[in-house]
C-alpha cells in the first residue's frame, strides 16, 4: 500500500500558474500509473493527467497544452505543473496511485482560479 500527501494548492488569478506535487510513502518506481484528477464544485471527479512507469502520458481534454505530468523516482514525487488557468480548474485535486487493483488516493488539495 502506499500514503499519497498533495501540495500546492491555493489562490490563483486567471492566466496564472501553479505546481502541484504528490509525495509518496514507498517508492514509487513500480508503480504503474500515477496521477491526478480533479473534482469541480458540484461535479464529478474527472482525469486531469496520468503518467506510467515508462514516462508515457495521458491527459484530460481540456488541459492539454497547459498541464504538464512528471514523476521523480528518486524523490518518490510525482508533479502537475499547472500554466494559463482557468477558472473552470477551479476544484480540488487528488493524486492517485493505481497498483494492481487496489486504487489510493491522497485527501486533495484546493485549487480556486479566481480574479
Known amino acids: 500500500q502506499v500514503q499519497l500527501v498533495e501540495s500546492g494548492g491555493g489562490l490563483v488569478q486567471p492566466g496564472g500558474s501553479l505546481r502541484l506535487s504528490c509525495a509518496a510513502s514507498?517508492?514509487?518506481?513500480?508503480?504503474?500509473?500515477i496521477g491526478w484528477y480533479r473534482q469541480p464544485p458540484g461535479k464529478q471527479r474527472e482525469l486531469v493527467a496520468v503518467?506510467?512507469?515508462?514516462?508515457?502520458?495521458k491527459y484530460g481534454d481540456s488541459v492539454k497544452g497547459r498541464f504538464t505530468i512528471s514523476r521523480v523516482n528518486a524523490k518518490n514525487t510525482v508533479y502537475l505543473q499547472m500554466n494559463s488557468l482557468k477558472p473552470e480548474d477551479t476544484g480540488v485535486y487528488f493524486c492517485?496511485?493505481?497498483?494492481?487493483?487496489?486504487?489510493?488516493w491522497g485527501q486533495g488539495t484546493q485549487v480556486t482560479v479566481s480574479s
Open positions: 503518467i506510467t512507469s515508462g514516462g508515457s502520458t
Open positions: 514507498r517508492n514509487i518506481f513500480s508503480i504503474n500509473d
Open positions: 492517485n496511485a493505481e497498483m494492481g487493483p487496489r486504487g489510493y
